[in-house]
């Protein structure tokens, strides 16, 4: 028994290394000696670029809010596994540029769209937290705590209309409980 469990234990280890090696091997040099670019983030890069820094603030359409949205949380979340330190230094980057930019848009988009946390109260019904709160101009946290009614998160995350920023479950500042942060997208 204990053989089996050790060897079991062994290949899924064996498994999680391999997955992860072979992420890596993208951003390895190839013989030639080039490192690899993820296509996927210059792709998030490229389409940042066309919508926030070549675009006039004054068009903002809802696709465009959600494809910024999408883009936004590919490149931080490269970022973040690459350890990335969004500092100064990388805010004066091109890319940190980009980003900067694009939140920029982002806070505008959000300005526009005009909704008060009343109306995101309504746009959110039937799902009840605790407690809604906007964090920014555009972006809101909802939060529930113990009992968590997880069918609400789940209709907000199933809603149309509604993009999810971030979710933590047991966050320092509500033990137990759930938070969801999340943006509207304007109509």
Not at 38 to 67: F, M, N
Not at 92 to 103: D, K, P, R
Not at 165 to 183: A, I, M, N, T, W
């Amino acid at each position: 028994m204990k053989n089996s469990i050790h060897q079991s234990i062994t290949y899924e280890l064996r498994d999680i290394v391999n997955r992860h090696m072979d992420e890596v091997r993208l951003y390895l040099p190839s013989p030639d000696g080039d490192i690899g670019v993820p296509e996927d983030v210059l792709a998030h890069l490229k389409r940042l670029t066309d919508i926030c820094v070549q675009s006039s603030g004054h068009t903002i359409a809802s696709e465009w809010y959600q494809d910024v949205i999408e883009s936004k949380q590919c490149i931080e979340s490269f970022l973040r596994v690459m350890n990335q330190t969004m500092d100064a230094d990388f805010y004066a980057t091109e890319i940190g540029h980009i980003l900067s930019q694009s939140e920029a848009w982002c806070h505008s988009a959000a300005v526009k769209s005009g909704l008060t946390t009343l109306e995101a109260w309504d746009f959110i019904a039937p799902v009840k937290p605790d407690h809604l709160t906007e964090v920014e101009a555009g972006l809101y946290e909802a939060q529930w705590w113990k009992p968590i009614p997880w069918m609400d998160v789940e209709i907000l995350r199933r809603t149309d209309g509604i993009v999810i920023q971030y979710e933590e479950r047991d966050p320092k500042r509500l033990p137990g409980g759930f938070l969801v942060r999340f943006s509207i997208v304007p109509s």
